[in-house]
């Protein structure tokens, strides 16, 4: 079935720091991503999706130039949590859209990543 | 008010037990519905669609009701390995956007 590959699952930071993670779909060409961050006890939060070739779209509330995406082929999409603050402790979860609607009738998680900021 | 509210639970249950848990949603426009399954610092893993029929799997039973904009997930004989929260997911139909419930969790003790 579809698979998305997301790196690294884990990641500890200084603060003021930039952290970049990627997720790649692995046997499908993934036009849409969603990036999601999942706080403790917390649901799934959108923070934005992208579609390949074009800008990312945020929700209210997410900084756009904190958290940069960049979905510049069908196959990888990236987070980069730039100058990263303690309070962006937080599981980053993506989420690949199978146009065909193979795994989860078209969602396939990435594994997440945890980053930490000291 | 957020687009899908579940109950937090902790719903804690002997092996063999049945429980049973609801999430109410608040897009009327809402197509497509979906359980989840999330172990401990794991991604979410699809369990079940939701059929406005109602649908069974195994030892799970989910039910939809779009009068009342709630969905229901019914777990029988229950595991050990059943413990996890359960997420509830609708799928807005606009913008293929997921929307997630905050979770239940459910833990079976021996």
């Known amino acids: 079935g579809a698979v998305v590959s997301q790196h690294p699952s884990r990641v500890i930071c200084k603060s003021g720091t930039s952290v970049k993670i990627e997720c790649r779909s692995l046997?499908?060409?993934?036009?849409?991503m969603f990036w999601y961050r999942q706080f403790p006890k917390q649901s799934l939060m959108l923070m934005a999706t992208?579609?390949?070739?074009?800008?990312?779209?945020?929700e209210q509330g997410v900084e756009k130039d904190k958290f940069l995406i960049n979905h510049a082929s069908l196959t990888l999409s990236t987070l980069t949590v730039t100058s990263a603050h303690p309070e962006d402790s937080s599981f980053y979860i993506c989420?690949?859209?199978?146009?065909?609607?193979?795994?989860?009738?078209?969602?396939?998680f990435g594994s997440g990543t945890r980053l930490t900021v000291v | 008010r957020k687009e899908v509210e579940q109950d937090p639970g902790p719903f804690n249950v002997p092996e063999g037990a049945t429980v049973a848990f609801n999430c109410t949603y608040s897009?009327?426009?809402?197509?497509?519905f979906f359980w989840y399954r999330q172990d401990c610092r794991k991604e979410p893993k699809l369990l079940m669609s939701?059929?406005?029929s109602g649908n069974e799997d195994g030892r799970f039973t989910a039910q939809l009701n779009r009068a009342s904009q709630y969905i229901s997930l019914l777990i029988r004989d229950s595991k050990l390995s059943d413990s996890a929260t359960y997420l509830c997911?609708?799928?807005?139909?606009?913008?293929?956007?997921?929307?997630f419930g905050a979770g239940t969790t459910v833990t079976v003790r021996a």
């Open positions: 989420s690949a859209r199978d146009p065909t609607g193979r795994g989860s009738y078209g969602y396939t």
């Open positions: 997911v609708v799928n807005s139909p606009r913008d293929y956007k997921l929307s």
């Open positions: 897009n009327s426009a809402s197509q497509s």
């Open positions: 046997d499908f060409q993934a036009t849409t």
């Open positions: 992208s579609n390949e070739g074009s800008k990312a779209t945020y």
């Open positions: 939701v059929y406005s």
